[in-house]
């Protein structure tokens, strides 16, 4: 079995770095968050006190992290992974960055003999410890073939995008439009429910309906719950509705702005780390309501 590194063991690397080990393989990690990285130990993840020294004699690097400025130093920092790494290392970035991050870091690795491929994925965390998530990537032929026996450790479906930065370019577009279904969602809803309507009436009518979708159904396990468990931070979902309209910014995209606004206005409320779903508390005080006693009362 190979040698692997993880670079990155949050909620969603933590998932996927677990199936690699399950696999057989023997994964070396780093991640500055040591409770993380101990929780791994214990299933028998060899820990690192740098990126570096964890990519020291990994056939194949795995990356997720937060943002780009992390990711790039992380790969070629002082400490990073091209510092420890063998020459002709493939990296794999599973974070979500822009499609320019990508192919500056693929133009680094490839200089230096390696290979990069960009493929973050959806399928949240629950998805990334079961193995099946969706992972869109961007790479050559050659490279995607070479990294699939592991992607297949962690993806229930491959999809391949095109070239370096395809990957994140479908990535980015797929989250502003379930930001907009979000904020969407939720804004009728709570104008529906204030109207008079019953919440678990309307969302069974949506749900049978054209108005149906993956995240009104996901509201059910999120947004619907007293919990409201924050499987997605809201903060997450901020960089990459930030990091699609950089990409898209010359092509007007009036409904896109209006979500970001939205988004604006829940994390100047506090509601950062909370998950994606719960900028809809804008909505539940504006009308002065809240959709989880409307679920509980029904």
Same mark, same amino acid.
């Given at each position: 079995?190979?040698?692997?590194?993880?670079?990155?063991?949050?909620?969603?690397?933590?998932?996927?770095?677990?199936?690699?080990?399950?696999?057989?393989?023997?994964?070396?990690?780093?991640?500055?968050?040591?409770?993380?990285?101990?929780?791994?130990?214990?299933?028998?993840?060899?820990?690192?006190?740098?990126?570096?020294?964890?990519?020291?004699?990994?056939?194949?690097?795995?990356?997720?992290?937060?943002?780009?400025?992390i990711l790039r130093d992380a790969?070629?920092?002082?400490?990073?992974?091209?510092?420890?790494?063998?020459?002709?290392?493939?990296?794999?970035?599973?974070?979500?960055?822009?499609?320019?991050?990508?192919?500056?870091?693929?133009?680094?690795?490839?200089?230096?003999?390696?290979?990069?491929?960009?493929?973050?994925?959806?399928?949240?965390? *629950?998805?990334?410890?079961? &193995?099946?998530?969706? $992972?869109? /990537?961007?790479?050559?032929? +050659?490279? @995607?073939?070479?990294?699939?026996?592991?992607?297949?450790?962690?993806?229930?479906?491959?999809?391949?995008?095109?070239?370096?930065?395809?990957?994140?370019?479908?990535?980015?577009?797929?989250?502003?439009l379930v930001a907009i279904n979000?904020?969407?969602?939720?804004?009728?809803?709570?104008?529906?429910?204030?109207?008079?309507?019953?919440?678990?009436?309307?969302?069974?009518?949506?749900?049978?309906?054209?108005?149906?979708?993956?995240?009104?159904?996901?509201?059910?396990?999120?947004?619907?719950?007293?919990?409201?468990?924050?499987?997605?931070?809201?903060?997450?979902?901020?960089?990459?509705?930030?990091?699609?309209?950089?990409?898209?910014?010359?092509?007007?995209?009036?409904?896109?702005?209006?979500?970001?606004?939205?988004?604006?206005?829940?994390? *100047?409320?506090?509601?950062? &780390?909370?998950?994606? $779903?719960? /900028?809809?508390?804008?909505? +539940?005080? @504006?009308?002065?309501?809240?959709?989880?006693?409307?679920?509980?009362?029904?």
């Open positions: 079995m190979a040698t692997l590194t993880f670079i990155g063991v949050g909620r969603m690397g933590s998932g996927m770095a677990a199936r690699l080990l399950g696999a057989g393989h023997t994964v070396q990690i780093f991640d500055p968050n040591t409770d993380a990285v101990d929780a791994l130990v214990q299933q028998e993840a060899i820990a690192a006190s740098s990126p570096a020294k964890a990519a020291q004699g990994a056939e194949a690097v795995f990356t997720s992290l937060p943002n780009p400025a790969v070629e920092g002082p400490d990073g992974v091209l510092a420890g790494a063998a020459a002709g290392v493939t990296i794999v970035d599973f974070s979500t960055v822009d499609p320019e991050t990508a192919r500056a870091l693929a133009a680094t690795v490839e200089a230096q003999g390696g290979h990069f491929l960009d493929a973050p994925v959806s399928g949240g965390v *629950a998805g990334a410890a079961a &193995g099946t998530l969706l $992972t869109m /990537v961007g790479a050559s032929d +050659e490279d @995607l073939a070479n990294v699939r026996p592991y992607l297949e450790k962690i993806a229930a479906r491959i999809v391949h995008c095109g070239p370096v930065g395809s990957g994140q370019l479908t990535k980015l577009s797929h989250n502003m979000t904020v969407a969602a939720g804004e009728v809803l709570a104008a529906a429910v204030k109207a008079g309507g019953d919440l678990e009436t309307l969302t069974e009518v949506f749900g049978a309906g054209l108005a149906g979708s993956k995240m009104l159904d996901h509201f059910g396990k999120t947004l619907f719950t007293e919990e409201r468990p924050p499987l997605f931070a809201l903060d997450l979902m901020h960089k990459d509705i930030s990091l699609c309209l950089k990409e898209f910014g010359q092509f007007p995209m009036p409904l896109s702005q209006l979500v970001m606004q939205t988004y604006n206005a829940a994390r *100047a409320k506090g509601l950062g &780390g909370q998950d994606s $779903t719960g /900028v809809n508390e804008i909505y +539940e005080e @504006l009308f002065g309501l809240q959709l989880i006693a409307q679920t509980k009362e029904n």
